[in-house]
């Protein structure tokens, strides 16, 4: 039989979860083809503000990759915005003029942004938050570290404002209504959020009423009717949405706010289904995933003969997704007649809890500062549980129900099977447990990938670990990610991602708001800790040398006697007369042992006595030369062969792009040390392949590798691109090394690094993503203006010099008697 | 001997040693290290490893103690005992301070000079 046609409109998250659902019950149903106005995969647009505020990168949000539509064999037009729906026809025909026929189609076109049209709002400089484009142009934005007005303190407004000073803006954010967040919150909770946020260093400008967007051929500034002017180089608009229906009302079907559909999600054309956002379902329009996702269940069914699936809105919960603000709103909780309230303060905590009931009955709840009990409130909301009994306790939540302890296992123990837990995915704990027994799962990676608890916004992380401990006992350990040392719980990547989250920039900052368990750390964290400062942090953060290695410290090698080991870089390779008569020099002045040619093509002054390093590095400084960097976690060597200046085979010159990448990227500190090699022709004369990075030169350019390794692991590079001139070579690669120092853990190399995050991921912010490669480009070029000084020239002058002396010489001890 | 003849010499100033650093104190008996700790807290230890005698001067001081730079065993400063799973002892100089200044017991600098059994 042949497959049915189906067609789907936008690729945004309720019909990405459609799909999902489509594939469960009737893999071979569909012939699926989908077009997208943005041009790229389905991704959790939930979790943008992480990506703007740095604690996580697109890769990691991204919910269907490339492989997923190949794999289940969907045509996905990226960049295809149709532009007309033909119902004579059924075939809908994209601006591109691609044309596809349907049996049924789904129209999820999502929202836009609404703009208020003040004088002004059409300048450079004025953005909406809504997609990636717009976080990508709003970190291009803070590069400046200029100031930022964010008009709109709602959900996305306080997100971006968070995002925006997290990037290192000065922020603003103006709201028309008296508090923040007044469709969540009540006036209480608003003024608390409020504090919190000011207290982060954002100014909130509340009953702000935009008069007009200032500057002539770019936004200078934004000036309120009362006369308030705030300067601005980026003016962020996040007032609100508006279904996307134009296109379904060029067709001709019914619209309303949105478009119109019944239960059973169908428009006024039975062929059309109307999906997300943009549709509009009993009056009601809807901004949050949670209903999104019930009507994407019943779209499914809907497309597989179940006719009685319907969809019915539900109450929904909100999440504000700042770290560090905790906040919970679910149900209705207006003031009315009818209804009661029960409110719970504790300032010194920074708690407020509000209730609103009515005959009996939660209906609604404010929670700020203790969350813990949101979903167990909202699970009574939703089933409308009489409350008579408890009502005198409610208010401290469950945990004291019943007389039980405040224990969060006790609570989640006690929550009944149809408790929700994952609020976006509509999952709950009976799913869970149910699919934990039946499936044999072990680990939250997995429980996310089989039930979806935890796999949108991810803020019932702990909720879901806790029913996991409750089915699998003490054999689950929810701290399963690797912590960093004995010091902290915690795992690298969650260090990194709170360092930049709740901006630390010193090591006692991050020991002391991290909770470090020992009063000043060890040798394992305190080397990476400095080291993630200084990346995160360049030109703020003060090098912490107590921390680091001795090597790192006094910028030599230690050897088993406690002499030390010199080695001058000797850029790609080449040296000079010059050079090697300072060398030899050097070796005679200060009787040096060993002199010896390393693996990395320079030469090695071994045995060197620590007092002598100074005097040693001045001459070496003298003829020019400076540290190699033999002891570093940063860039070591880049070994080249001779090329076109002498080889017959040599295709470009591969010394002198050597000789440039070193002179580029000599200084930077990375995760592990970083090789590097540049051939001229594929015979590899220099091994490029088996190097952290590698290049290849070839007629047609050259190919640049990554991921290799011949130490304790041996491994062959893969490629990572082709590029057509030395500078674009350059730009990939200081791309490529600053993704590195972004993500990996200290003390892994590229290749480890690759492994984990997944080559594909790096392959596509480095090669395909050419904004992306430009942003990291930029941040490698601004991190090396403090990274680029000498450390020999710098303790020549007198850095550090109680490194390099005893502290005392004694004439003791005298005769034993 | 009797302990009326201990002396104690002046080594150095407290301020010249590096929280969570060393300084290494020259004598005929071999060098000794001297740790200031997070806490301020001096301690000295001969500064040879237990293991292979590395310089523990040159390590990582972190709480009381000091990750030896070589093979990275972790030594008590308060004891010069290695810990965890290591095995091996570093003799401790008695330290006392006075005035910002760090004086170091004579006689147990004497004892290093003597081998032990
Ligand atoms: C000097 C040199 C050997 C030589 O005489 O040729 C050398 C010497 C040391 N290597 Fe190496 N490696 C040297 C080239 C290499 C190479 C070859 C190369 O770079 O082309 C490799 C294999 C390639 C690779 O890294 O994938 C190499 C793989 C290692 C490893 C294993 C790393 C790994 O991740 O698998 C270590 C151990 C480590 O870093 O933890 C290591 C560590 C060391 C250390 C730093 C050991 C230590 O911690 O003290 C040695 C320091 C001696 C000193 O004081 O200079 N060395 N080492 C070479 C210095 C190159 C330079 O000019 O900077
Ligand atoms: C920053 C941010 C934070 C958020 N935080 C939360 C949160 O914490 N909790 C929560 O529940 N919700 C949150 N939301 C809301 C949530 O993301 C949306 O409700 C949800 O993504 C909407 O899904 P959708 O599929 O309806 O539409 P969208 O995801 O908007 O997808 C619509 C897609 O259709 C494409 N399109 C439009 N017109 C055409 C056309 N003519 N042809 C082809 N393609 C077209 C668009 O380019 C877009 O990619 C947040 C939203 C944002 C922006
Ligand atoms: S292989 Fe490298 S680490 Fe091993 S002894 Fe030789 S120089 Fe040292
Ligand atoms: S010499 Fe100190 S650990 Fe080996």
Not at chain 1, 226 to 237: E, R, W
Request: hydrophobic share 40%; proline share 4%.
């Amino acid at each position: 039989m042949a497959k049915q046609k189906l067609v789907v409109i936008g690729n945004g998250m309720a019909p990405g979860r459609a799909l999902e659902k489509l594939l469960e019950l009737a893999p071979d149903a569909y012939e699926v083809t989908i077009f997208n106005a943005e041009s790229r995969v389905n991704y959790d647009r939930i979790m943008l503000s992480p990506v703007l505020s740095g604690e996580k990168t697109f890769e990691q949000i991204v919910i269907h990759g490339d492989g997923w539509y190949i794999d289940n064999g969907i045509t996905l037009y990226k960049g295809h915005k149709v532009t007309e729906i033909n119902r004579n026809t059924r075939t809908v025909t994209s601006e591109h003029g691609e044309t596809a026929p349907y049996d049924k189609l789904i129209i999820a076109t999502g929202s836009n942004p609404v703009i208020i049209p003040v004088p002004g709002h059409q300048l450079p400089g004025v953005l909406t938050y809504r997609d990636l484009d717009d976080v990508h142009a709003m970190m291009l934005a803070a590069k400046s570290r200029g100031k930022a007005v964010v008009i709109g303190g709602g959900l996305l407004g306080l997100e971006a404002a968070a995002g925006l000073q997290a990037q290192g803006m000065e922020v603003v954010v103006l709201h028309l209504m008296p508090t923040l967040m007044e469709r969540q919150l009540d006036p209480a909770a608003g003024y608390l959020l409020q504090k919190a946020v000011e207290a982060r260093g954002i100014k909130v400008h509340c009953k702000a009423n935009t008069h007009e967007i200032t500057g002539m051929d770019r936004v200078t500034g934004v000036r309120l009717d009362d006369g308030t002017i705030y300067p601005a180089d980026l003016v962020v608009m996040a007032v609100g949405i508006r279904p996307n229906a134009a296109l379904a009302k060029a067709a001709g079907l019914e619209v309303n706010r949105g478009i119109v559909v019944s239960p059973d999600m169908r428009t006024s054309d039975p062929h059309i289904f109307a999906l997300g956002e943009c549709a509009e379902a009993s009056g009601q329009v809807f901004g949050l995933v949670a209903p999104l996702y019930d009507m994407a269940g019943v779209v499914a069914k809907q497309l597989t003969g179940d006719a009685t699936a319907a969809f019915s809105p539900q109450a929904t919960a909100t999440k504000l997704k700042v770290t560090g603000i905790d906040l919970y709103s679910a149900g209705d909780f207006g003031d009315a007649k009818d209804r009661e309230e029960i409110v719970l303060r504790d300032p010194t905590r920074g708690v407020y809890k509000r209730l609103v009931l009515k005959d009996n009955i939660l209906i609604g709840a404010v929670l700020y500062g203790d969350t813990g009990d949101g979903p167990w409130f909202f699970d009574m909301i939703k089933r409308g549980t009489d409350i008579s009994e408890m009502r005198e306790t409610l208010i401290f939540g469950q945990g004291y129900q019943g007389g039980a302890l405040a224990d969060p296992m006790a609570a989640v123990a006690a929550l009944p099977d149809e408790a929700e837990i994952c609020g976006c995915n509509g999952v709950c704990k009976g799913k869970i447990t149910t699919k934990i027994t039946e499936l044999g799962l072990t680990s939250l990676d997995e429980v996310r990938a089989h039930t979806k608890a935890s796999a949108s916004c991810g803020s019932c992380t702990g909720l879901v670990e806790q029913v996991i401990k409750l089915s699998l006992g003490d054999s689950y350990n929810p701290a399963a990610v690797q912590p960093m040392c004995g010091c902290t719980d915690l795992g690298h990547d969650d260090v990194r991602r709170l360092i930049k989250a709740k901006a630390l920039k010193s090591i006692p900052a991050v020991m002391q708001e991290l909770g470090w368990k020992s009063s000043c750390g060890c040798a394992k964290c305190r080397p990476a800790l400095n080291y993630y400062l200084i990346c995160d942090w360049p030109g703020e953060y003060e090098d912490d040398g107590q921390s680091r290695f001795i090597n790192e410290r006094v910028h030599a090698n230690i050897q088993k006697d406690g002499t030390y080991s010199v080695v001058p870089r000797m850029w790609g390779g080449l040296t000079s007369a010059k050079e090697l008569r300072a060398i030899a020099d050097v070796v005679d002045k200060f009787a040096i042992p060993t002199v010896k040619v390393t693996g990395g093509q320079r030469i090695d002054l071994l045995g060197v006595k620590k007092e002598d390093l100074p005097a040693v590095w001045s001459d070496l400084n003298q003829a020019g030369m400076i540290s190699g960097a033999a002891y570093a976690k940063g860039l070591r060597t880049v070994k080249t062969c001779v090329g076109t200046d002498w080889c017959r085979f040599g295709t470009q010159d591969s010394t002198g792009l050597g000789v440039k990448i070193e002179k580029f990227m000599w200084g930077s500190w990375t995760p592990a040390k970083v090789k590097m090699a540049v051939s001229g022709c594929p015979r590899n004369c220099a091994e490029s392949t088996c190097k952290d990075v590698g290049v290849i030169c070839l007629d047609s350019g050259y190919e640049i590798h990554f991921a290799g390794a011949a130490g304790l692991d041996i491994h062959g590079t893969q490629v990572l691109g082709h590029a057509k001139t030395e500078e674009e070579t350059i730009e990939i690669i200081a791309a490529l090394t600053q993704l590195y120092r972004e993500q990996g853990r200290y003390l892994e190399r590229i290749y480890k690094w690759a492994k984990r995050v997944g080559t594909d991921s790096i392959k596509q912010a480095i090669i395909e993503d050419t904004e992306r490669r430009r942003v990291l480009f930029d941040r490698f070029v601004y991190s090396q203006s403090f990274a680029q000084i000498d450390p020999w020239a710098e303790r020549v002058a007198g850095k550090d010099a109680h490194e390099f002396a005893p502290i005392g010489t004694l004439s003791l001890p005298q005769a034993a008697e | 001997m009797n302990a009326m003849t201990a002396e104690w010499i002046d080594v150095g100033a407290e301020a010249d040693i590096p929280l969570r650093g060393a300084r290494v104190v020259r004598s005929l008996a071999g060098d000794i290290a001297v740790f200031r700790a997070a806490d301020g807290t001096v301690f000295a230890l001969r500064d040879r490893c237990p293991h292979k005698g590395g310089p523990l001067s040159q390590g990582i001081v972190h709480g009381h103690g000091v990750t030896c730079p070589l093979h990275n065993w972790v030594i008590s400063l308060e004891t010069g005992e290695a810990q965890g799973a290591d095995h091996g002892c570093t003799p401790k100089i008695p330290v006392l301070l006075a005035d910002g200044r760090v004086l170091l017991d004579a006689q147990a600098i004497a004892r290093l000079a003597v081998p032990h059994g």
